[in-house]
């Protein structure tokens, strides 16, 4: 498998799901081919072209500072 670095000029969107406690990282807008774990409930999403599209950090109120969650993050509770 190879991944390929995109380089975009557009931010990456961050989105909380706090029920799931889910941190996705969107880098650019596209439609899950396949994900590859890189360490245990870190998801890098890949495009049909093998191109990052985002990243998934499960357990992310364990693995981030709260700090950081709160000043950089919409905290959002999916319905």
Known sequence: M???KVES???PE???DKEHDVLY??????????FVEIAE???IE???????IGI????ASRRLPES????HIRMKAKA
């Open 2 to 4: 190879v991944i390929k």
């Open 9 to 11: 000029e557009a931010a």
């Open 14 to 16: 961050f989105h909380y």
């Open 25 to 34: 990282i969107i880098a650019k807008e596209g439609e899950e081919e396949e």
């Open 41 to 43: 409930g870190v998801n």
């Open 46 to 52: 890949l495009d049909a072209k093998g191109e990052i």
């Open 56 to 59: 998934e950090i499960f357990n």
């Open 68 to 71: 950081y969650m709160k000043a």
